[in-house]
């Protein structure tokens, strides 16, 4: 695939930019990685929190039912508002640069999540109890909008052109390991605690623990320059005055796309990880501890292979080895549900989920941190990135469990075979018809040269 190319209004890369030193961009990958990781830290071990401990915590004057409901809507708290953050922190981004923003959004969410460990309960405060805890969902969210974004714009921004599949593809890793260790690290306490300990503080640990993930990507960001291609737009002062505008009206084929492939990865990913879980035990009739292991593995088996299809990208193209990702999990949601209708094992639930999460979405999630890059233009590429992506993951963690959860009670598998196929394709064909900034210069440039003088 061809490589993406300054545009016109970008100034053209100095030879200086190749010889920059190779340990600042390994240090840009760390902070990228870590920022990722404790943003899905947290956001796992909220989704683990919210279901087994906040309803009686935080929503003590409730019924057992109606309280787990409250808890578990306070997490979808946090996806509806990242796409307000995500345009809000894309356009700063684009306007003061990445280095700050990056800061800034690992503050939020680090402080947010360890101020829930610290925050009283209901018994102790009342109806305050679950409001504060609302407003750290929310915090949480708004830090996590940018995170991601960000994160890919310095590692990709650091990267030399022929590593930036494989570096862009670490923050991706990040969010996979950060889930599995935010699932582990409240299992692992409630395990080694009695109920009743770990109901009234034990609980709290995990959370208090992101501030050793916040300290240490604090020292890597606050220490890490502005990213050369950031840098020489600022020198020119050719910064971008309404970065949301400007890419809405200049790029919308790009943000179309990002949406849309958002939608799709998002879909199949939370398909995966987190309907999956309801479908091995209400209709498979899974332990708690296989659906848990499941889960487990699906996530490390997707962290394992992200930065092997990012560094395939480098070789083959990025776009190729997303339209195979989203090909194979429209191709592989036909023979998942068989497998699981015929030998529903625990064995079998573990390998359609490391199959499905672990190669399906880890082909598309891989490359994608360098492909969307390439398709918005440096100076609002930020704004492009929170916008069309956060949107998409919005869109895309909403449909799945509202859409698939009735399916799964009918009496075919059929309709959660056909909304899994649809998804991918519908990201498949968001993919295909994208194409990169260099693409889009080089089919002007033949445009240009039919056209007689």
Request: contains cysteine; hydrophobic residues 50%; glycine residues 12%.
């Amino acid at each position: 695939m061809t490589e993406s190319k300054p545009s016109p209004a970008e100034p053209a890369s100095p030879p200086a930019e190749g010889t920059r030193s190779s340990a600042e961009s390994k240090r840009a990958s760390r902070a990228a990685f870590v920022g990722t990781l404790l943003e899905y830290y947290d956001f796992s071990l909220y989704a683990s929190a919210a279901s087994v401990v906040f309803a009686s915590v935080f929503f003590g004057g409730s019924s057992p039912l109606l309280g787990t409901l409250q808890a578990v809507g306070t997490f979808a708290v946090g996806f509806l508002v990242r796409p307000v953050g995500g345009v809000v922190l894309g356009s700063l981004g684009d306007r003061y640069g990445r280095k700050r923003i990056l800061v800034l959004t690992l503050v939020l969410m680090g402080s947010a999540t360890m101020l829930v460990g610290l925050l009283p309960s209901y018994a102790q405060i009342g109806w305050l109890a679950p409001l504060l805890l609302v407003i750290l969902r929310m915090v949480q969210g708004i830090g996590a909008s940018a995170e991601y974004g960000g994160a890919t714009l310095v590692a990709v921004e650091f990267a030399p052109e022929r590593k930036r599949g494989l570096l862009g593809s670490l923050p991706g890793m990040g969010s996979a390991l950060g889930g599995v260790l935010g699932t582990s690290a409240l299992l692992l306490v409630s395990s080694i605690m009695s109920k009743e300990a770990f109901l009234d503080w034990g609980w709290r640990i995990p959370f208090l623990l992101s501030g050793v993930i916040l300290a240490y990507g604090l020292w890597l960001r606050r220490s890490l320059p502005e990213t050369p291609k950031f840098q020489r737009i600022e020198d020119s002062r050719k910064t971008a005055r309404t970065p949301v505008r400007d890419v809405i009206r200049q790029q919308p084929r790009a943000l179309l796309a990002v949406m849309v492939m958002a939608i799709g990865m998002t879909g199949i990913g939370y398909f995966y990880i987190v309907f999956m879980g309801t479908f091995g035990g209400n209709q498979l009739g899974l332990g708690k501890t296989d659906i848990l292991i499941g889960l487990i593995v699906a996530q490390v088996t997707n962290a394992l292979l992200i930065p092997l299809f990012g560094g395939l990208s480098d070789r083959l193209g990025r776009r190729p080895i997303i339209l195979f990702g989203f090909a194979y999990s429209a191709a592989f949601a036909w023979p998942a549900f068989w497998l699981l209708s015929n030998h529903g094992s625990a064995a079998m639930f573990w390998l359609v989920l490391a199959l499905g999460n672990g190669i399906g979405v880890a082909s598309i999630f891989g490359p994608m941190g360098a492909y969307v890059t390439e398709l918005f233009e440096t100076r609002h590429a930020f704004s492009g990135l929170g916008l069309g992506r956060e949107t998409g993951n919005a869109l895309g963690a909403a449909i799945v469990p509202v859409v698939a959860v009735p399916l799964a009670f009918h009496d075919t598998t059929v309709w959660l075979s056909l909304l899994l196929c649809g998804i991918a394709l519908l990201g498949l064909v968001a993919a295909a018809v994208s194409r990169t900034r260099a693409e889009s210069e080089d089919a002007r440039s033949r445009d240009e040269v039919r056209v007689p003088a």
